[in-house]
């Protein structure tokens, strides 16, 4: 009885990694210092930027990351076809991006770990730069069936299945 009521919940509302990741980022001490989002909030910076003609989000910072996915970015993440991660973000820890349907191009700059499931099922992502990955979670990357452009230079492990059903790939 308490496992199918766990599933009559869970079915009642569709996944969301954004949602999840808000929750979690609004329930717990952000990463980002105070100072950073004090200086962040007195400048009137989000800490990311959304060129809406071109589709390129650009997170300047971790109180940039958070703020994406919070309830208040004013995103519509439909409208999304690039991401570009700023030099000061090294790790990816939540699977914020899973799931965009206009995403194509990924350039994660000085990321040097991605964790599970980041940018599955971006059925239209073509294209990643990643000059400083190390790491890929477990299905990091898999279900990408556009995904023909990779640039790994420094990965050394992945988790399981982390470019799975990539089958432009191969």
Known sequence: L???LALIICTCEPFSPFKAY???VRERNATASYAEKKELRESGDKGFEFDSEEGCLLIKSEAGLE???GKDSGLNFLD???IVIGDDIKELS???FAG???????????VENVAG???????????????ELRTAGEH???????????YLPKLESTGEAAFYNCTALY
């Open 117 to 131: 499931f980041s940018f599955t099922l971006c059925e239209n992502l073509e294209r990643i730069n990643a000059p």
């Open 80 to 82: 999304i076809k690039k």
């Open 94 to 96: 939540k699977p914020v």
């Open 2 to 4: 308490t496992t199918a």
């Open 67 to 69: 703020a994406v996915t």
């Open 100 to 110: 965009l349907p206009n995403l194509r191009q990924l350039d994660l700059n000085k």
């Open 140 to 150: 990091a990357f898999s279900n990408n069936n556009a995904l023909k452009e990779l």
């Open 22 to 24: 808000a929750f979690e």
